[in-house]
């Protein structure tokens, strides 16, 4: 079979060089359809159930909403994880499927048991909503947007969050790649009736009474259609309400021919919805931004372009002195990272090739064999985009040049050592050549495929490994996998064409410079080899002795099993006391932005994400925040080089601070640890139980021994108690005495 590949190839030169030209033509095609990224997706397969009720405290939510929902996901096929986080006005729900059920079903199964857990939720509590479908590296651009000093104070709040509402975020939700676009900070523009319970109680209304008026006056309709001579008019009633005025005149009663408007018993005026979160930027206040949130599997790098080119178009339509500053730009990382694997793949390529150029002594057998890499390098890419893969630092940073040409190297040696041996001096016609490198090709080649094989063997565990061990190696065991199977295919079919067209037909007699010097080490080597073997037992000794040092040094090192890629910058979660505010969560972030301004110059910006985003793909209390810490290049920094380092001295300055927690991470790496495991930290103790007092008091007992174990850093308990309320205890007798029900005093408490 080999032999007659071989043959094939090099008896059928213009048949091999079309297929070659359409070869390089698929793998060229190939590399424009790639995917590109950082690092791999770690996310497991998980769909995300968010419920927005902003009246319910956190008991309501839980039991009302999260509970149902649980019970209805319980037993979906294929369920891995259950998981749910209960706020005050938030409850998500994390479905974690088995990684083989395909992204589009495990969402119509959520969807179906979602329409069932309906039934079990009171009416108004609020309606489970299915989150995007998106990855832990799917925040892909974050941005705010700043206004320059001559038009500070122009644009309040509620402006701003209009602009990015109804301008950008529409802009941007048209972008290939993009599945939503989330925004961050601000007030909600909303209208807003605040009625007066004096003239409320002198007109003889109850609060339930404006509650109707104003649910029975906000509505259009159609009246079909009338024939009036040759032509119809389609009938259409406008209700709707359009502006303040429209609201204000809404009709509650009529008494006497006098009518009573909302506008005799309430001021109508623009207002904002509840908040649960907010952006603060640089401690200058409050801000208004977003995130871009890319759908789960996209091309991250073409579809930050396609966003940066679109940002581009959205600055002509935003109002004078407003634009958009952005913070978190994965192409800065993208392009980093891939600098970093194209400058080790080229000096390795240049290593090999030198190396090659030195040893065989022949600079076109040295070409050829150099060109099996960029050759194989386009069939790994091919195959790389048929098997879903993306390109990235685990992917394409581990290729090895030297594997991919070990074929090609057998072959074209094998080929030079006959040539030298049967035909030296003499110049062969093509006829010749063809037929010595078909013999010697085929003779050597069942080797070279035995050990290509045998390379091949080592990566069969890889593919074994599962969960995120699994998605962070396996793309590496693909990709170099499909380069050997490339570079073997090649050594079969291109390599002897190659060499049956392109060597020199004159073979030369005597040693080249390259052998001489090989022959050179061997007459060093071989007297210190004998040597050696004559010593046998102080060699073995010796040997080890090696192997019991380097385990001592081993045994010492410290060791991970997933490798942290160094983004740039920092995510750093910071926790405040349990039932603080919005305004006293906005204060302790911009001062924490001053600090870290005021005492690190390498600090480039700092933008504070305080509680839940409009799509809560990261459920936080309001008493939590990130903050996001963007560094300046690390050839800037002055105060330390080293990244934990800096994490530290951040950390003593952040310490002043009263009643404050801390967890230093990375923007990516925090998404992916609260992702996969619900945590925003790298190691998490989850202790199960009924009694929440009970559990914060083992929480605590937890971090007091976790504490005392040796690099244990940025500890902290999650507050589950604690969370201050008004609680209103209703009296049903006194109820029963003014002929009143329960459901009508919780809507006059729920709408005042």
Known sequence: MIDRIISFSVHNKLVTGLLLLAFIGWGAWSLTQLPIDALPDVTNNQVLVNTVAPNLATQEVEQFITFPLEQ????????????????????????????????????????????????QIPAGYGTPEIAPPTTGIGEIFQYTLAVD???????????????QDWTVRQHLLGVPGVIDVSSFGGLLKQYEVRVDARKLAGAGLSLLDVFTALENNNANTGGS???????????????????????????????????????????????HATRYGAMTRNGEGEAVGGVVLMMKGANAMRTVTAVKARMAEVQHSLPPGVHVDVFV??????????????????????????????????????????????????????????AGQSANLMSMGALDFGLIVDGAVIVVEGMLFALHARHAGQRLSGAEMSDETVRSAGSIMKSAVFGQVIILIVYVPIFALTGVEGKMFRPMAFTVSFAIIGALLLSLTYVPWAVSLFMDRRVPQGESWSERQVHRLQRWYEPRL??????RVPVVLSALALVAIAWGVFSRLGGEFIPELDEGDFATNLTIRQGSNLSQSIAVGDQAARILLDNFPEVKEVVCKIGSSEIPTDPMPIESQDLIIVMKPRKQWTTTRDR???????????????????????????????????????????????????????????????????GATDIKVEQVTGMPQLVVNYDRARIAQYGLSIDELNRVLNTA
Not at 81 to 110: A, C, I, M, N
Not at 149 to 163: F, N
Not at 349 to 365: Q, S, T
Not at 675 to 695: H, N, P, Q, R, T
């Open 149 to 163: 000093s001559a038009h500070r104070g122009q644009y309040s709040l509620m402006e701003l969050r209009t602009i």
């Open 644 to 710: 934990e380092r800096m994490a530290e001295l951040m950390g003593e300055k952040l310490s002043v601070i009263p009643g404050m927690n801390l967890s230093f991470e990375q923007p990516i790496q925090m998404r992916f640890n609260e992702l996969i495991a619900g945590v925003k930290s790298d190691i998490a103790v989850k202790i199960y139980g009924d009694d929440l007092d009970e559990l914060f008091k083992a929480g605590n007992a937890a971090a007091a021994l976790i504490a005392k174990v040796p």
């Open 329 to 386: 730009d994965r192409a800065k990382l993208v392009d980093s990272t891939i600098g970093t694997v194209e400058h080790n793949l080229l000096l390795g390529a240049l290593i090999v090739v030198g190396v090659l150029l030195l040893l065989l002594g022949n600079w076109r057998a040295g070409l050829i064999v150099a060109s099996v890499i960029p050759l194989a390098l386009l069939f790994a890419i091919g195959c790389m985009v048929l």
């Open 530 to 535: 004998r040597g050696l073997l004559r010593h």
């Open 72 to 119: 209805a996901f319980k037993n979906l096929p294929d369920l891995v994880e259950l998981r749910s986080v209960s706020r005050s006005g938030l409850s998500v729900v994390t479905v974690v499927f088995k990684d083989h059920v395909p992204l589009y079903l495990t969402r119509q199964l959520v969807q179906e048991r979602i329409t069932q857990a309906q039934a």
């Open 225 to 271: 259609y009338i024939e009036k001579g040759p032509n119809i008019y389609f009938i259409r009633g406008e209700g709707l309400v359009r502006s303040l005025k429209d609201l204000g005149n809404i009709v509650i009663t009529a008494r006497g021919g006098s009518p009573v408007r909302v506008r005799d018993v309430a001021a109508v005026e623009f207002g």
